[in-house]
Structure formats: structure tokens, C-alpha cells
């Protein structure tokens, strides 16, 4: 049997100049530079900028809440033909860190999205904004780690990014709400943050941020329940295990006053093991749960106390932020 044939080191540098190139023709009209604006008593005044990723022709756009998190005024989007068009915020959901925003414009060339839960580590990927205020910069890297957690907060409340994706290509200020794109030109996250030298973060799209996309581009707004603590992972004695099937739960740290927790009852170190028979073995399995169809609604909540399982119905209330 022959040997495989492995491609020059040439061959395989450009290909991946290819890929490079390709993406950055297709994804470059996509990708909008941002100055946000804010009243003021002389007219809008600058308070930042980044970069949207194009969502539909007739003007919505993605970026990342903290872009557009003081822009009373929306602001002005530009393109790389030279096209320069006023903007306003639609909806923005700060514990994803995602918002639509809605261009002047009915001829914009949107992306096409992709699906981050498919990405490997190692993958090829390409990062697509305006960092500096550099418009259409083109980097490109690898996927160097998936499933990383990213905690977001806004007042009070406080809730953890799943699933975001770490890459080695170069992000700086003013990448944040560009694409992230694929060898496809898919793009598969929102440029998020920098995490330090030669790593970057970003909020993949997948099925649960295209819901939170689509809540934004029709209500304004993501609605969650929420219980009302504060909470982390905490493994079950073995006699326990056992006893229920499972290997941990989440321990009550923190009760707020007056929520539909301390309503309810529950108390510091019970140990929440299922929402209504899901089971709940960390603190992002407990926040997934925590879905707009619970809102007001009974749910009968598992609960380890002293050793002793026990039921407790509690009725979710709207997280407001």
C-alpha cells in the first residue's frame, strides 16, 4: 500500500491564504464599523464604538450589548464601499452580551450564520471588524478551546456565557460585535472580548443565541425566570448518590429577599438537584432551565436538605434587568 501524499508546504500555505482571502472578500461587505452616539445638550456626542455583523438586507444588524450599552442615540454604521448609514438599537440582552440593532438601509448584504456547537479545536477560523477604528481588518487564527464560560452581569443580576469559544486571532478594542466566521464564511460567534495576549472570546451562535437573536429582532428584549439565589456545583456523599441517581446538585450560597426562592423556602446550603425531574448538576444546567415558559408558572423544585430529600413548589418571577 502507498503512502499518503501530504501537500508542500506551499500547497498548504496557500490554501489556507485561500480560505483567508475567501472568507475576508465574502464576510468584508458583512461587517459594519460603529460609532456610537449619545445626546447631549450640543447634539450626539461620541461614546465609542466597534463593529455589527449584517443580519438582513432591509438593515438588522448583531453586535455585543457592552458596544451599544451607553448609546441613548444609536450612532452611525459604515461599510467597506464606502457607505455611511444612521442606526438604532432595537434590543439588547446584556447577560449574552448580544443586541440587534436597526440600519437606515434596505440593500445591506447580510452573513450567513453558522453553527458554533459543530466547531473543532484547531479549526480554522477568521476574525472580521474594526479594531482601532481600522476598518475591514482581517485576522485569522484557530479555535483553541471550546465550551469556555464567560460571566455577564447587568445590576444585580448576574448569569454565565455558555459555551463561549477561545481563538488565537488577534482581537483588539474596537472587535467587539464582528464576526467571527468559519472556512465556510459562516459566521459562528460575535467577537466578545480579549482575554489577554493571543487569546480572544466569543458568543458562539447556536441554537440557543439565535433564540435570544430572534426575541431581540421581534419583542426588543429576552425574557428568563429566575428563582432568586446565588449558588454553585457541589458533589453528593455516595450514600446519597445512590439514593436519587445523581453525583451532584447545586448548593444554595444565597437567598434574595422577597424572591420566589425565599418565598418558597428554600435556605442556604439546601442543594437544588432538579427543576420539575430535570436533573441539575451545576449552576448553567440550572440557568438553561430557567426558560420564559416558567415565568409565573408552579414548579415543583428537588431539594436535598440535611441529608433528606424534599419537594418545594416555587413560582419563577421574570428576570428584570
Not at 450599552?69 to 457607505?83: P, Y
Not at 426575541?215 to 453528593?236: D, K, N, Q, V
Not at 425531574?277 to 426558560?291: A, C, D, I, Y
Request: net charge neutral; aromatic share 2%; with cysteine.
Amino acid at each position: 500500500m502507498s503512502a499518503v501524499e501530504l501537500p508542500s508546504e506551499q500547497e498548504a500555505f496557500d490554501a489556507y491564504s485561500r480560505t483567508v482571502v475567501g472568507v475576508a472578500d465574502r464576510l468584508g461587505r458583512s461587517v459594519a464599523n460603529l460609532r456610537v452616539t449619545r445626546r447631549g445638550r450640543g447634539g450626539r456626542t461620541p461614546v465609542g464604538g466597534g463593529s455589527a455583523v449584517v443580519l438582513t438586507a432591509d438593515g438588522f444588524l448583531l453586535t455585543s450589548a457592552h458596544v451599544v450599552a451607553r448609546a441613548d442615540a444609536g450612532g452611525r454604521a459604515s461599510f467597506v464601499d464606502g457607505r455611511e448609514v444612521l442606526f438604532s438599537v432595537v434590543g439588547t440582552d446584556p447577560l449574552s452580551d448580544l443586541a440587534v440593532l436597526r440600519a437606515d438601509s434596505g440593500d445591506l448584504v447580510p452573513a450567513v450564520l453558522g453553527d458554533a456547537d459543530r466547531l473543532r479545536v484547531g479549526q480554522l477560523v477568521v476574525a472580521i471588524g474594526n479594531p482601532n477604528g481600522f476598518a475591514g481588518s482581517v485576522t485569522a487564527g484557530v479555535v483553541s478551546a471550546v465550551g469556555r464560560s464567560l460571566p455577564a452581569r447587568a445590576r444585580r443580576a448576574q448569569r454565565i456565557i455558555d459555551n463561549v469559544i477561545q481563538t488565537d486571532a488577534a482581537l483588539n478594542p474596537g472587535n467587539s460585535g464582528g464576526a467571527l466566521a468559519n472556512g465556510a464564511c459562516e459566521v459562528v460567534g460575535v467577537n466578545t472580548a480579549v482575554a489577554g495576549v493571543g487569546l480572544g472570546l466569543a458568543v458562539p451562535i447556536n441554537a440557543a443565541t439565535r433564540k435570544i437573536v430572534g426575541a431581540l429582532m421581534t419583542e426588543g428584549r429576552f425574557r428568563r425566570s429566575y428563582l432568586g439565589i446565588a449558588g454553585g456545583p457541589r458533589p453528593l456523599p455516595p450514600a446519597l448518590r445512590a439514593r436519587i441517581g445523581r453525583d451532584s446538585g447545586v448548593e444554595v450560597v444565597e437567598v434574595v429577599e422577597d424572591s420566589p426562592a425565599g418565598r418558597a423556602g428554600l435556605h442556604p446550603e439546601d442543594l437544588i438537584v432538579a427543576i420539575d425531574g430535570e436533573p441539575v448538576t451545576s449552576v448553567s444546567e440550572l440557568q438553561r432551565l430557567m426558560v420564559a415558559e416558567l415565568i409565573d408558572v408552579p414548579v415543583r423544585v428537588s431539594v436535598v436538605r440535611r441529608g433528606e430529600p424534599i419537594d418545594v413548589e416555587l413560582v419563577p418571577a421574570e428576570l428584570t434587568v
